[in-house]
């Protein structure tokens, strides 16, 4: 049996209360910005998108940094499951 993610990541295009609601029901943390024209009350937490910004904003000149970057993440996760 597949196991579920405890979290999900994803961008502005996610903001959506219906989908936090059902992702919420089996468990997992949705985490993405709102978008600037959102006109329901915010429901992220500042501190969970802080997840977002280091993976998502790209500040490597070089995309072989930013690849070096995802995978390093890549292996941390990998690790630690494994121990």
């Known amino acids: 049996m597949d196991e579920l993610p405890t979290r999900l990541v994803g961008d502005k295009a996610y903001d959506s209360d219906p989908l936090d609601q ?5 468990g997992i943390d ?19 998108l802080r997840r977002y ?16 970057f995802a995978q390093l993440g890549c292996i941390l996760i990998l690790l630690k499951h494994c121990f």
């Open 22 to 26: 059902q992702l919420a029901a089996q």
């Open 53 to 68: 910004r280091r993976l998502v904003v790209r500040y490597e000149r070089h995309a072989e940094n930013y690849l070096a």
């Open 30 to 48: 949705m985490i993405a910005p709102h978008r600037r024209n959102r006109c329901k009350p915010r429901t992220q937490d500042r501190r969970k």
